[in-house]
């Protein structure tokens, strides 16, 4: 039988997987590269069950962030699903998704990385979230292709105006 330690790494993993895929997915599509997985812990094996990426530019939404697509993907779970579940997401979470990480009472975020940008781990923390920055290489070189080629669409993204 695998330990505990054992098998968070193998969700942590499993989880950073699904996100960065995501992430090219969206590239790919001309859009933010920003991808999110929630991995559940309550079963016997960690298993996804919720996936997606930011389609602000692909869909002209103004809320689909890679871990609210994540979310809306899940469909409607128990609050027992999300208290026993890790989300997983390439870029640190800005503020409206840090809101439903604390909504739903997610205990646990992986990050990706935060250099290209750094959003409200500190709130996180401060009700009780574990958070876990990666500093992955891959997400940090997509994130950051995607603001030289697209700057105008990614200081949309996160409400700001090109300085």
């Not at 991995?39 to 692909?58: D, F, I, K, T």
Request: charged residues 25%; hydrophobic residues 35%.
């Amino acid at each position: 039988m695998e330990s505990a330690s054992a098998n968070i790494v193998h969700a942590d993993t499993m989880g950073m997987d699904v996100a960065f895929a995501n992430a090219k997915k969206s590239y790919e599509e001309g859009g933010v590269p920003i991808g999110a997985a929630i991995v559940y812990h309550g079963g016997s094996e960690p298993r996804v069950v919720g996936q997606g990426h930011n389609q602000r530019v692909q869909k002209a939404s103004p809320i689909l962030h890679g871990e609210t697509a994540a979310l809306e993907n899940a469909g409607r779970l128990k609050p027992e699903v999300y208290r026993n579940s890790t989300m997983y997401t390439t870029l640190s979470p800005c503020s409206m998704c840090t809101g439903a990480i604390l909504l739903y009472k997610i205990p646990r975020l992986v990050i990706g990385e935060n250099v290209n940008f750094t959003g409200d781990e500190d709130l996180l923390r401060s009700r009780g979230v574990e958070v876990v920055v990666l500093n992955d290489e891959k997400c940090k070189e997509l994130m950051g292709r995607y603001i030289r080629e697209k700057p105008e669409d990614w200081y949309e993204d996160i409400g700001e105006t090109v300085p």
